[in-house]
């Protein structure tokens, strides 16, 4: 099993020395491996995809735009109130500890501060430092003045799984006091809402796929994307609206302080800034492709691993009863270890382009120094304007810098939010809405040459044409592999026929709503799935609204009453993993009562009997007569016990149908292969 | 494309006052330190790196420090003021002797930043040496800035890698745990759960050092020292700061518990949701075929919202009590800078400030000492906060090592003895002796069987469904032990043998036909990872299945899919016997091998498996008659006891005639009763 982690890469030899290893290398963090995955296989993502896939992200938005407008409107306001702090504390210093008068030094406050300046004029000291309290506290009760921004995000691990909780709940203001809590709690619940919104979306999605895709989608790569990829699209939602929007005002703010106090060597600061953001963009897009890369692999190989986990422990009996233990546990460490590998490979290629990024802001920071130290030596500026400028020049390079960036910053989202989109975007026949109704099937279901090939291109039916009445039991009987439950998977359209035509009621199935065509069949499987529920639960998965006495007339005909009595709940005890307190029999029993229970016109039940005891097979065979009779029972069976009271029986062999007629009627053709079948199976002469 | 079903959204308040429904764990300082201790297991294999890594970080700092000691004073007073240089300045800045200072006062002082008046005596460097000076700085400056950044990077990847191996120490120990645990356990507990467990609770191990050791020290320093230098200026200060402190720390009290138990409702809800997507896909089959998407997708939903309900509860207490530390922290700092503007006015001493008159100034309240006490109240009030801060966090990351550890601490009923004895060898005979089992205390499944196979036979177990036939087999795998009686093997009872070699000499072709995803040839060696692709292949044949394997497209290579979905019922409990025969092990249990198989296959697996089974011990569960017929024995359990154990025609021909009765009703398709 482990071979399915195959790295092509990591087998690569390494003649030639140091060249190849390093290609070997390059081609082991960058390469596409093979992980689990077998449907979605094509995690490559162009340029315009990944535009695709932002804007995609965008329009998230617009299912939560009310909470979205106030996050964007605490956020506007939230940037001023620290525009006052810095020239309060002048005031406080100036003008209360060092007791001067008003108007001595040159600086001339900005317009905005008028308000506090004309409260705190003529007074003493002390009195001043009374006002300036006074709005201190006005500000640290409204916006946490003084005291800083306001988030819980709690501690994560090493890797992206843990980091997705964060992701969806952590919540940010840069502003504290009861401002802050409220946009915190603004913004906690939009990313709570649009990941919400997503996740739902995906999992209903992922439960629409048709089956054959489903028989290729691992249980735990579905819950790695619905829990640790959803919350990547509403951050990348985020990344690319309010965030820049906030980056470009706080660049604007810091321009206007440059041009009101700084106006002579602004132009150039500026310019030298923001020739830093075509820089940044162009030397780090070569790394964009990479970073994907290796942020898809991460993701994929935290699916194995969590695939690896599912599976055992899912299995648990058989991995214990097998004594697989030492086993599995070396499988799950496997990929364990390689998808933290495969985040470490992702760190180092963020390291690589950020070095590069990082770089370039700091040549134009020393091109900055150079260029405002030569002034304050050649004495044209103060040496205490250095520190001011500088942190001017801070003040737009940030912002400068993030909008740099923000396009490499992005592709680890993206990556994420294309796993995502994926299977949210997965069109199948299952997701189509409408069709036609179908209220009850009264005459019955018609095969014309249906064929059916699995995408693998194995050959299940071919040329099938049947014709299965309303009123009849019919069984189907063939060897192992014959195409049986291709057959019935059929009728209620979890499969498709490859050609031909399957008709119910004389409507192609296709064209049926898939909702009321699913009400009007009922499938009990071979194997009897159960959900970790009551078997009140478990019934009512089947027909929601089940009266009482429904109910027990389905258990006392699957037989179920005498075990049920014995539980100490009763109908109401809750069942173990996948029903595993109940014997594998009582468990098909209970199963067989589901199926009864949904009130269809159309009965499919696959190998019903295999692990009953004789006795209770021959009362569900006597009750499924009873139920055939205005209704169409299809039946998958070797017992021939079970077989033998059919009305029909269909012979199926290589997937097409051999002979059909009652158990005497094709007894009595001595060239039929369903004699040869009988004959092989009772290995006796005593029957009837 | 509009999605089918539509989740509703979340308020902004509402269900907040909700309890939440898990209760608090008792989660006091000692167990916090007894669950930090219990991680060393994990820890300590990487103890070396974590060594190495503290060094990292101190050199790294020192380094730092230094360096911007000498470039801020290099900056600041050389190039922009145009001081002279101290020696070794000149030294690394490769320039002449013409750079360096004569002033004594100044060399005495190394690194002095503040700009001396008397220094300036001395003719400063000529504005062409101070950008000589400021270029080589600016080189020096890159080659800091490259190291410290290369450092920088080295120590993000190495410590990613260091605490990443810990976090897998601690996973691959749950695993080995969860594993072993029986199937009491697993029959109780959803899959989901282990895998949050596994997944997430785990994680917290890698902030344990930083979180709930070196960030509550530093900041308790921080703490300590503004409390001392504040009360050097002024003890009734550091009174009115302890003061502060009284409703600072009774709120802290107060909410830890409600914030422990969020912590913990955030986790279980979370773990809800991971189980009921691991549900929902694992029996999605079902879902389909009853058309239930809308049921699941509802559940889902709800478990969703609950989650998301849980992670933003939790955060709001923990910001509403960060607001409330926050509003008295920073009220206290605001308070102080009036008081202290007061006292400057009244020029009132410091405390301790005339002791330490000879090296500062600070004997009187002056701007000086407004500025330095008012940043150590800034300091004290940003501490608290931070402590609060790491404090609430540490509640989330002990309650997910608690329940990590709750799987650790999960004794496997199922052990070793101390000292095993080996599987006997060869197998003689295998014997259940009075054993009593039940799930429950009040079920009881077995009540006192009594039975004996031969080397050499194959003993067909026959009964009524939940007779408890898998039951009776289970035990000999030690899946469960039996509440009362022995089980043996040529009169060893198993439960003084080691757990796995009694499993590889046990080998059992499941009921339900587990398959992985993975291809045919895993499967088969599922459980004998050592079996070469011969030994499969010959293991396919006696299961027949070798012609149904080689049909696919890719062979024994092919590709499973999801649980083995791909293959027919008949397929995969072929597969399910190929797995039990290539173990080649002494004793081998075929429950219901045969009951999706059709009549021919099935005469030809049973052929293969007499032939195959010579010098083995067999038995079969089964229903069918056809397959009963071809056993040695036949025992027939009832009511949690054999009732009839003989041959065919001996029980045939027997008085009680339970098994005729049970024969009757199988080949004549009526009720017998």
């Not at chain 1, 130290?373 to 020049?393: E, K, N, P, Q, W």
């Not at chain 1, 998977?489 to 004389?506: E, F, K, N």
């Not at chain 2, 409703?247 to 909410?255: G, N, R, W």
């Not at chain 2, 009593?436 to 009594?450: P, S, T």
Request: hydrophobic fraction near 45%; charged fraction near 20%; aromatic fraction near 8%.
């Amino acid at each position: 099993m482990t071979e399915t982690l195959a790295t092509p890469a990591r087998a690569a030899p390494s003649r030639n020395g140091g060249q190849s290893k390093t290609l070997a290398l390059l081609k082991e963090v960058l390469g596409r491996n093979r992980f689990d995955d077998r449907i979605d296989t094509q995690p490559d993502v162009t340029t315009a995809q990944a535009l695709g896939v932002i804007g995609r992200s965008i329009r998230l938005i617009a299912e939560a735009k009310g909470l979205f407008a106030a996050k964007v409107a605490f956020g506007f306001v939230a940037v001023f109130p620290a525009l006052f702090l810095p020239w309060m504390a002048k005031i406080l210093v100036d003008n209360a500890i060092l007791g001067q008068p008003f108007g001595i030094t040159a600086v001339s406050y900005p317009p905005f501060m008028d308000p506090i300046l004309g409260a705190v004029y003529g007074r003493d000291p002390l009195g001043i430092a009374m006002v300036l309290m006074v709005i201190y506290f006005a500000l640290l009760i409204v916006f946490g003045g003084r005291s800083g921004a306001t988030g819980a995000g709690l501690l994560e691990g090493r890797d992206a799984a843990t980091q997705a909780e964060n992701q969806i709940s952590g919540g940010l203001s840069r502003v504290g006091g009861v401002w802050g809590l409220a946009e915190f709690m603004v913004h906690v619940r939009l990313t709570q809402t649009l990941s919400n919104r997503l996740r739902a979306r995906l999992f209903d999605r992922l439960t629409h796929l048709p089956m054959t895709v489903l028989d290729d989608q691992r249980a735990g790569d579905s819950v790695y994307r619905v829990l640790y990829d959803t919350p990547m699209a509403p951050d990348l939602a985020y990344r690319v609206t309010s965030e820049p929007f906030f980056m470009l005002l706080g660049a604007a703010l810091n321009l206007y302080i440059l041009q009101y106090s700084y106006g002579e060597v602004s132009p150039e600061l500026v310019w030298v800034a923001w020739a830093a953001v075509p820089i940044a963009f162009i030397t780090t897009f070569p790394f964009s492709g990479a970073l994907r890369r290796t942020n898809q692999n991460k993701r994929a190989a935290g699916s194995a691993t969590t695939n690896a986990m599912e599976e055992s422990m899912s299995s648990i009996a058989a991995v214990q009863s097998l004594g697989a233990g030492e086993q599995e546990k070396a499988r799950f460490a496997e990929r364990s270890q390689e998808s933290f590998l495969r985040e470490r490979y992702s760190i180092a290629v963020i390291i690589v382009a950020a070095s590069v990024a990082g770089a370039v802001g700091g040549i134009a920071a020393i091109y900055v120094t150079i260029l405002v130290s030569d002034r304050i030596i050649d004495g044209v500026m103060t040496v205490g304007d250095f520190a001011v400028l500088i942190g001017v020049y801070y003040g737009i390079a940030e912002p400068a810098g993030y909008f740099g960036a923000i396009w490499i910053k992005l592709q680890e989202t993206v990556a994420a939010a294309r796993r995502v989109f994926f299977f949210a975007d997965y069109e199948s026949d299952e997701t189509r809405q409408g069709g036609r109704p179908l209220a009850r099937v009264t005459e019955g279901v018609r095969m014309r040459t249906v064929g059916f090939a699995y995408p693998d291109g194995h050959r299940a039916l071919t040329g099938v044409n049947l014709d299965l009445r309303v009123g009849e039991l019919v069984a189907l009987v063939g060897p192992t592999g014959a195409g049986k439950t291709t057959l019935a998977y059929l009728i209620p359209a979890l499969l498709r026929p490859t050609s031909g035509r399957v008709l119910v009621d004389g409507v192609d199935a296709g064209d049926i709503d898939l909702d009321a065509l699913r009400r009007q069949v009922t499938y009990v499987f071979q194997e009897h799935l159960l959900l970790p529920e009551s078997i009140r639960e478990n019934l009512e998965l089947a027909n929601p609204e089940a009266s009482e006495e429904r109910m027990m007339a389905a258990l006392e005909t699957a037989g179920c009453m005498d075990f049920i009595a014995q539980l100490p709940d009763g109908i109401d005890t809750v069942l173990g993993r996948s029903g595993d307190t109940l014997s594998v029999g009582q468990q098909q029993r209970l199963s067989i009562a589901r199926g009864l229970l949904r009130d269809s016109s159309i009965l499919i039940l696959d190998e019903p009997t295999a692990a009953l005891d004789p006795q209770t097979e021959n009362q569900l065979v006597a009750s499924l007569h009873q139920a055939a009779e205005d209704r169409l029972v299809v039946v998958i069976a070797h017992r021939l016990s079970t077989i033998r009271n059919a009305d029909r029986i269909v012979f199926l062999d290589e997937g097409r149908v051999r002979d059909i007629g009652s158990h005497d009627e094709l007894m009595a053709d001595r060239a039929s292969a369903y004699r040869e079948f009988v004959e092989l199976q009772g290995g006796e002469t005593q029957e009837s | 494309m509009e999605p089918n079903a539509e989740s509703e959204a979340l308020s902004l308040i509402a269900g907040y006052g909700d309890r939440a429904d898990v209760d608090a764990p008792p989660m006091g300082l000692r167990r916090m330190v007894v669950l930090a201790w219990r991680t060393w297991p994990y820890i300590r294999p990487m103890l070396l790196h974590l060594i190495g890594l503290v060094a990292v970080m101190l050199a790294g700092g020192l380094t730092g420090l230094v360096g911007a000691f000498v470039g801020v004073d290099l900056f600041a007073n050389k190039v922009l003021v145009g001081e002279k240089l101290q020696p070794l300045q000149a030294t690394v800045l490769f320039v002449g002797e013409e750079y360096v200072t004569t002033d004594p006062v100044k060399l005495a002082v190394e690194d002095d930043t503040a700009g001396d008046e008397d220094a300036t005596i001395e003719p400063d460097l000529t504005k062409a040496q101070r950008r000589t000076v400021r270029n080589r700085l600016v080189i020096w400056g890159i080659v800091g800035a490259v190291f410290a950044t290369a450092v920088g990077y080295v120590f993000w990847y190495y410590s990613t890698w260091i605490w990443q191996s810990i976090n897998q120490n601690l996973r691959v120990a749950m695993i080995e745990r969860a594993e072993s645990l029986s199937l009491k356990f697993h029959d109780s507990s959803r899959v989901g759960d282990a895998i949050f467990r596994v997944y997430q609770d785990s994680a917290m191990i890698v902030n344990l050092i930083q979180s709930a050791i070196f960030s509550p020290l530093t900041t308790l320093y921080g703490l300590l020292t503004g409390i001392v230098i504040v009360a050097a200026f002024d003890p009734w200060f550091a009174l009115l700061v302890l003061m502060v402190g009284i409703p600072t720390a009774y709120v802290i009290v107060k909410s830890t518990p409600r914030v422990r138990r969020r912590a913990l409702a955030n986790r279980v809800a979370n773990s809800r949701l991971t189980s009921r997507i691991q549900e929902a896909f694992g029996a999605i089959k079902v879902v389909k075929a009853n058309r239930a998407e809308r049921r699941i997708f509802d559940q889902f939903d709800e478990d969703s919202k609950a989650a998301l309900d849980a992670a933003y509860f939790l955060r709001l207490d923990m910001v509403l009590v960060t607001l409330v530390v926050a509003v008295l922290g920073t009220g206290l700092v605001i308070v102080s800078e009036y008081i202290m503007v007061g006292f400057v006015i009244e020029n009132r001493e410091t405390f301790a400030g005339a002791l330490l008159a000879g090296f500062v100034g600070f004997v009187v309240w002056n701007y000086g000492a407004v500025q330095i006490a008012g940043r150590f109240v800034g300091n004290l009030s940003g501490s608290a906060r931070g402590l609060l801060g790491i404090w609430m966090r540490m509640q989330d990351l002990f309650i997910a090592l608690e329940r990590a550890f709750y799987l650790l601490d999960l004794e496997p009923e199922i052990t070793d003895p101390d000292d095993p004895v080996p599987f006997p060898a060869p197998v003689e005979d295998v014997a259940w002796r009075a054993v009593h089992f039940g799930y429950d205390a009040d079920k009881v499944v077995l009540a006192g069987v009594d039975l004996e196979a031969r080397v050499g036979t194959v003993t067909a177990i026959v009964g009524g469904t939940g007779a408890g036939k898998s039951t009776l087999m289970s035990l000999l795998l030690r899946l469960y032990d039996p509440g009362a009686g022995t089980v043996s093997v040529n009169g060893v009872d198993i439960r003084h043998m080691a757990v796995s070699d009694l499993r590889s000499n046990v080998g059992i072709a499941l009921q339900k036909n587990v398959l992985f995803a993975a291809t045919v040839a895993e499967n088969i060696a599922f459980g004998t990872p050592d079996a070469d692709r011969a030994a499969v292949e010959a293991a396919a044949g006696v299961a027949c299945a070798d012609e149904f394997i080689r049909a696919m497209a890719d062979g024994y290579d092919t590709e499973l899919g999801e649980r083995g979905g791909k293959l027919s019922s008949g397929q995969r409990q072929r597969l399910s016997i190929a797995r039990a025969v290539v173990r080649d092990t002494p004793v081998l249990i075929l429950d219901e091998p045969t009951a999706s198989l059709d009549a021919r296959t099935e005469q030809r697996v049973l052929r293969n498996l007499a032939e195959w089974g010579r010098g083995r011990v067999i038995f079969l569960i089964t229903h069918r008659l056809s397959t009963i017929r071809n056993a040695d024995r036949i025992a027939l359990v009832e009511d949690g006891r054999i009732v009839e154990h003989g041959t065919h025609d001996e029980l045939m021909a027997g008085v009680a005639g339970r098994y005729r009765a049970f024969v009757d009703a199988e080949t004549t398709g009526r009720a017998a009763a």
